[in-house]
Every structure is written in structure tokens, then in C-alpha cells.
Nanobody, 115 residues
Framework: QVQLVESGGGLVQPGGSLRPSCTASGFTFSRWRMNWHRRAAGKEREMVGLILSSSDTTYLDSVKGRFTISRDNSQDPVYLQMNSPKPEDTAVYFC?????????WGQGTQVTVSS
């Protein structure tokens, strides 16, 4: 059974740092592209970035240079390093994986950026 579990969210001050993580089980983690998304209150969900099995990454323009996705394919999890977050980064952050035509999601972790 595929399971994704996010953790490490919380309250962070603007300009601080936070590192949510996504732990996966039920599939061979190292082979698959992993995605991070977020949904802010009253807004559509958007993709924050992704990381391939090669560890190549792609990011949403608004987080480039501030957020970094990383993985160690020898073990879980996938990390979302958030540096210099802004209040507009406040959202529930989710990870996802596409396997066999189905997308699996975690339950999300709340990140609140506020002074």
C-alpha cells in the first residue's frame, strides 16, 4: 500500500528557515519522481517543485532561489528546504507521486510564515 506522510511544518518567521519532509512507503522510492505542492487558503493548489530519480529539480518561479528539494535515494525522505520564506508562502504543503496512472498524496503539513 502506497503511503506518503509529510511532517516538519509549523510556524516560521519571514526570513527564517523550515524543512518539511515527505516519507514514503509501499513502492521503490528511488525510482520515482516526487512532487511538492501547496494550497493556500482560498487559492488553487499549485506545484512548488519536483525532483527526479536523478535528483534533477524544477521549481515554481516564485520559490526559485529560496526553496530546495532534495532526496537521498538510499533512504527516505524527500525534503523541502524553505529558506527566507515569505508570508505568501503560508499554505498546506503536500507531496505526491504518480504510480501506474494513479497519483498518491500525503495528508499535508501546515506551514505558516508570520512574525
Amino acid at each position: 500500500q502506497v503511503q506518503l506522510v509529510e511532517s516538519g511544518g509549523g510556524l516560521v518567521q519571514p526570513g527564517g528557515s523550515l524543512r518539511p519532509s515527505c516519507t514514503a512507503s509501499g513502492f521503490t522510492f528511488s525510482r520515482w519522481r516526487m512532487n511538492w505542492h501547496r494550497r493556500a487558503a482560498g487559492k488553487e493548489r499549485e506545484m512548488v517543485g519536483l525532483i527526479l530519480s536523478s535528483s534533477d529539480t524544477t521549481y515554481l518561479d516564485s520559490v526559485k532561489g529560496r526553496f530546495t528539494i532534495s532526496r537521498d535515494n538510499s533512504q527516505d525522505p524527500v525534503y523541502l528546504q524553505m529558506n527566507s520564506p515569505k508570508p505568501e508562502d503560508t499554505a498546506v504543503y503536500f507531496c505526491s507521486v504518480l504510480l501506474g496512472g494513479s497519483t498518491y498524496w500525503g495528508q499535508g503539513t501546515q506551514v505558516t510564515v508570520s512574525s
